[in-house]
């Protein structure tokens, strides 16, 4: 059975937003060469990925241009290499190599998950990664602690959630990468 990870990016206490809905704050900071190097191993470490539509939507306008292959050509690459699964109801995707999940998203990620195939990645698409979580189908979370503290904003959690803490990295930056077991 394949693995379904969530990968989001969290200020320190706990949210993936702010309050407006906005995730800028998790791209600013300073230039970290080795936190850099991490993200682009782990964006070219292979497997599918899956996104929300909004999420979806970001990326898409993003990852395949020139200004991307420019600034990060390594995840670049990987971003549009990757197979990829969106849950949306009202696009019909164009990004290369990805595929509208059909059915509702529970059903369609059980199926997923049951096939043959490497581990898939929600990246981002809150909205997704909580009902995956509350249908206890998440393997693990991935999140990168940005040393920031939003006072509100929207969490991954819906429902309460034990995890057993697999991995952890500090950056200079101020960045910390932890990985839990759900």
Known sequence: MRKLRVFESISIDGYFTDSGGDMNWAHGGREDAEFADWVSGNATSGGELLFGRKTYQMMEAFWPTAIAAQQMPDVAMGMNAARKYVASRTIEPTWNNTHLLRSELIEAMRDL??????????????????????????????????????????????????????????????????????
């Open 113 to 182: 998950k049951s096939s043959e195939g490497p581990d898939i990645t929600v990246l981002g698409s809150g909205s997704v990664a909580s009902q995956l979580g509350e249908a206890r189908l998440v393997d693990e979370y991935q999140f990168v602690m940005i040393p920031v503290a939003l006072g509100g904003g929207r969490t991954v959690f819906t429902q309460s959630c034990n995890l057993r803490l697999l991995e952890q990295r500090a950056f200079r930056c101020g960045n910390v990468v932890v990985v839990y077991a759900a």
